[in-house]
């Protein structure tokens, strides 16, 4: 691949720049800051995008637009690769409207997307598809800065793993390592094999002894449910004989309960029939001493009650009638005119006529009051009488009910005593008793005997069941585990060869990467000397070689090695230029590429002391294999070997390109 010119609108500093390029070497020369380095980040966005560069870093602050145009010649055929972004709100997106790719002038039918355009750059520059295009280009063409020197003053490990990916050896170590884990495994489980057969062969006498064991513990319960087959009727025959004599023991102690109650009662009884007779005979005595004082010929209370107060209604008439007249004797005492009572004309005898007829109707009166008064005095003392009577009958009723209780209580008592007297105990019922419970007692002591001989062996038995069930779960465990690892070892064969293969593999892997390095590094060796003379201008002072870890050695023209530290400026830096170049070339040809027609090197003197720079230009002078080289510095120095001259300054903020 051949520059052939670079387009820049909006991109860091520069805001519209172009640059061209021809062939020979080209130096871009700027002051630091100038943006000369922009120059060669837009060649590699175009190329690969934002494989290394984020949008941000590449586009233009304060710009809403981005565009990078660049025109390349790869195979003869010539080619514009065009990128762009755009800002949108805060964020940097791919301009898909200038995302293109055209061959010869003819844009190719290809879709706007980053992806496609990188497959398809990778595609034209002929990189491989398990291949990471912009290392492999930075390999071929594109020498960062402080990297001149860099590969030959690595560490050994560094620079062997950097090589070997470059030159895709590093492929073969990682099979070999990756088939280690593999082998390993199968290592493992050929032993792990050997240790299941181990195992199976001392699982199998440890399975007949539990086998055994098993035997054993049916024959104990075999016994023991015997032993239990002749305990248990035992035990039905003496529970069903204590079931009967608990029976009886309950009617002797109920018989027995009605014996004491019978006894009791009776005594009762006879108290009662004594005590209700004596009560009986009392109330008796009582009843005849009040019979005779009872008055049958007096009326009743109420009776005699209303003739009281009929004669009381007398009394009072009587009463009124005699103080009528002794008013009315008064009276007449008083007159002096006509009589009140037949109207005539009073006189002397007339009052005194009138005045007797009044005092014999008082005799009467006083009489027939004097009658009354007696009369309602009797008439009290009747009715006191009466009362009494009425107490006394009163009392005399009470005591015949009282003496019909007492008669009806001694005839309930008198047939309760006569019903008992029928009834018969026997005397002996606490004998019974006592033997009836000594019997219960030794039938009770011989079933808690036979139960607990029972208990023992039930006892026994399930422990023999427990340890039968954990045996039998030892076995299944053991006869699933043994058949797993049947299982296992069903497939020993296939891990064995399976192992021996791998270790073949492994070896054969190892070789294959060792006869290709070996072949590779005789070629790196003498595309190393070759380049090598050709930037010395075949000096015969020194002659290089490469050891079998990629390290660069110097020789003598006496065969003296020389460390390349020790060597002078130029002739170090013309070591570094030759290794780097002699990479370049390897790495083309292990990935079927033509040699490369490019070289860039941006600030290639970071580092270099004086002498090492003035050596640079007399170095890049003599290379002549490349067409096209490309130099980025700030050294003006370089400028005297350029055969373009590129420079780069500020102006304004900005990136101007002179020629």
Known sequence: MKLVSLKLVNVRSHKESFVEFKNGITVIWGKTGSGKSTI????????????????????????????????????????????????TGESILIDSDNLKVLKNGAQLNILSRANDINSIIRDILGFGLDSKPNLMFQVLSYTKQDNIRNLIEMK??????????????????????NLKPLTDNYYLKHEKIIQITEFLTAEKSSLEMLENNKKELDEKISDNDKKLSVINPAISSKAAELKKLAEELKILRLNNEKSIIHQQRKKQLDS????????????????NFLEPKITNKLL??????????????????????????????????????????????????HKKELSK?????????????KRLENEISRLNESVNLSKKDEQLRKELSTLDSAITLLSNQLKNYEAELKDLLKERFDESFEEKILKTEQDHSQVSFKINDLNSKKSGIESASAEI???LRALEKELLEKNKKLAEYAEKIKDENHVKLSLEFLNRLRSNVKDVRQIIRTKFLNEFKNSFAKKFEEIRNNDD????????????????????????????GGEKTSAALAYRLALSDLAGEMNNLMPSELLILDEPTTGFD?????????????????????????????????????EIRKDNGYSKVTY
């Open 541 to 568: 002072e020194y002659y290089v070689e490469i050891n079998q870890d990629y390290e660069p050695i110097a020789y003598s023209i006496e065969g003296i090695e020389v460390p390349i530290n020790h060597l002078s």
């Open 357 to 369: 007829k009044n005092d014999d109707e008082l005799i009467l009166l006083e009489k027939d009051k």
């Open 465 to 467: 069941t427990n340890q």
């Open 300 to 349: 009743s209370v109420d009776e005699l009650n209303q003739k009281l107060s009929e004669e009381a209604s007398k009394l009072k008439v009587t009463n009124y009638r005699i103080l009528s007249l002794k008013k009315e004797n008064e009276s007449i005492l008083g007159l002096d005119s006509l009589c009140p009572t037949c109207r005539q004309k009073i006189t002397g005898e």
């Open 40 to 87: 060669l980040m837009a060649i590699y966005y175009a190329l690969f995008g934002s494989a290394d560069l984020s949008n941000s870093e590449i586009m233009a602050r304060n710009s809403k637009k981005m565009l990078i145009e660049l025109k390349f010649v790869q195979n003869n055929d010539e080619y514009v690769i065009i990128r762009g972004l755009k800002k």
């Open 156 to 177: 050994k490990e560094e620079r062997q793993d950097f090589i070997d990916k470059i030159l895709q050896l590093s492929k073969y170590k990682t099979a070999y390592e």
């Open 272 to 287: 009662l029939i004594k005590n209700v007779s004596a009560e009986k005979n009392t109330l008796g005595s009582k009843k």
């Open 610 to 646: 004086n002498d090492d720079i003035k050596a640079l230009p007399e170095a890049l002078g003599n290379l002549s294999s490349i067409p096209q080289i490309i130099i980025v510095t700030h050294e003006a120095l370089l400028k005297e070997v350029a055969n373009n001259c590129v």
